[in-house]
């Protein structure tokens, strides 16, 4: 499946298109990766507990978003764009969504 940012696809005409698909992923960081990323706060420097957990939620949907496409009979998806919020009573949870057209081309 194609993926991209931008309406078309460069030398690909679009032959069809088949709708709006999303993916979501609600994620959350536990109290190991909140104290790591504390220290990492205090001292300095990447928190690469946060950065794993950003591209699992990420991932995760983008794979969703792309089976649903695929479900539809997609060999693509065109103008996708991700959104990330943190959520719940302290902030403590991680959303990421995405968005595209699904289509033929």
Request: aromatic share 6%; net charge negative; glycine share 10%.
């Amino acid at each position: 499946m194609l993926l991209s940012t931008t309406p078309t696809i460069e030398g690909q005409p679009i032959q069809k298109y088949l709708g709006v698909v999303s993916g979501e992923t609600i994620i959350g960081a536990n109290v190991i990766k909140d104290f790591k990323a504390s220290l990492t706060d205090f001292f300095g420097g990447r928190s690469g507990s946060y950065e794993r957990t950003v591209a699992e939620a990420k991932n995760t949907s983008l794979n969703e978003m792309t089976d649903r496409a695929a479900s539809l009979g997609a060999n693509a998806i065109v103008g996708i764009d991700f959104d990330f919020e943190t959520i719940g009573a302290s902030n403590s949870m991680l959303m990421v969504s995405c968005t595209g057209t699904a289509v033929i081309i």
